[in-house]
Nanobody, 116 residues
Framework: QVQLVESGGGLVQPGGSLRLSCAASGFTFSNYAMRWYRQAPGEERELVAA????????NYADSVKGRFTISRDNAKNTVYLQMSSLKPEDTAVYYC?????????WGQGTQVIVSS
């Protein structure tokens, strides 16, 4: 059974930090590119960060460059999103995504609220 389980969301003040985790199971994690998306209320889901499977190349949305870092631990079947200098506009539900060829899986999401 394929599962992507996100954790680490919560309420944080502007300027603060959070680290999101996504634990994968039920598929060969190391073969998959991993991505973090987010969706704010009334907005479309947007790609935040991505990391490839082998070379671990990364790319980021312009809005988070220099503040967010995506990483993966293939031994733990886990992908992370380190978020720093958080802004109120980062408030959203964050989703983990795994993609390889025609196979694609989604997590259930974790809420991040940036507010004072």
């Amino acid at each position: 059974q394929v599962q992507l389980v996100e954790s680490g969301g919560g309420l944080v003040q502007p300027g603060g930090s959070l680290r999101l985790s996504c634990a994968a199971s039920g598929f060969t994690f190391s073969n998959y590119a991993m991505r973090w998306y987010r969706q704010a209320p009334g907005e479309e889901r947007e790609l935040v960060a991505a990391i490839t499977s082998v070379r671990r190349s990364t790319n980021y949305a312009d809005s988070v460059k220099g503040r967010f870092t995506i990483s993966r631990d293939n031994a733990k079947n886990t992908v992370y999103l380190q978020m720093s200098s958080l802004k109120p506009e980062d408030t959203a539900v964050y989703y983990c995504n795994a993609k390889f060829s025609s196979y694609e899986y989604w997590g259930q999401g974790t809420q991040v609220i940036v507010s004072s």
